[in-house]
Structure formats: structure tokens, C-alpha cells
């Protein structure tokens, strides 16, 4: 009888929470805490439909950790008040500490508060930074209708012009 080495559940791929409809041409990977704020914003976007994978980086460090393989948009909350210590959370962090998971970011959008002031969106400027890839598109807290629309068209622009 043949043995098979197990899989490694580190370097297994993660099932994306709303899989692409028809032909793929991305994804989203996005973090959104217990508030649902950001969860509520994507939901709305239905980027599924449009052919990107959506992904959602755990809340609970207990968590199996999530392992894109694919070329990806992130979609971060600031948080911190203000505090650049603070502003990406260890979630986030974790995720693109993972050298795979980091090869596949293309891009970033960032949510904030306004009453952070300079610091609105300071998530994503550090990310995209960080990461060497573009600040793509911000907005306050759960977004409006119309960043949904440019969230989505915007997303959908982006893969169809950067093509893997």
C-alpha cells in the first residue's frame, strides 16, 4: 500500500468565503472585526459576481489561518485612533507576515474615521508602503452606496488591467 505525505494545512489553500462567479479574474482578501462594518461594506459589493474570489482573514488567533494563492486586493480597517503603532492589527499583520500570502498583494483599499484626522486611512498608507503596491481607494467607516459602486468597478478595472 502507498503512503502519501500528509498535507501541510499551513501551505493548503483557503476556500474563499463568496467564491467568483464565472471566470476569475482576482480577489479581495479583507479583514473585518466584530463590528461587521467592513464584512457588511464587502457583502454589498458582491464582488463574487463580477468573478473575484472574497476572502476573510480570521478574527480569533485560534483560527485556521488563511492562505491565498492568488493575486489579491486588501481591504483593511485603521484602527488605533490615531496611533501608527496601532493602526494595522496583528490579524493583518499575521496574514502578511506569511511570504506567500504576501506575494499575491496588488493593491489596497483602506476604511477609517474621520476623527482621526491625519491618521484617516493610515492602515492602508502603511500597507502600501510596506508592501511596494498602490493605495487604490479609501472610505469612512461602513462606506455609502457610491463607494460601493467604485469599490466594485474599480476592483473589477484594476484585474482587467493588470492581468496576471
Known sequence: MEQTAPIDQAEATSSPEYPAMGERIGALVYFSSQSQNTARFVANCKLQ???????????????????????????????????????????????LNDPANRAGIRGVIASGNTNFGEAFCMAGDIVSRKCKV???????????????RKVRQGVVDFFRNHPE
Open 134 to 148: 498602490p493605495f487604490l481607494y479609501y472610505f469612512e467607516l461602513m462606506g455609502t452606496k457610491d463607494d460601493e
Open 49 to 95: 459576481d463580477e468573478g473575484v474570489d472574497v476572502f476573510r482573514i480570521p478574527i480569533k488567533p485560534h483560527d485556521p489561518p488563511l492562505n491565498v494563492r492568488e493575486p489579491y486586493i486588501l481591504m483593511l480597517p485603521t484602527y488605533g485612533g490615531g496611533s501608527a503603532r496601532k493602526a494595522v492589527l496583528p490579524q493583518i499583520k499575521r496574514f
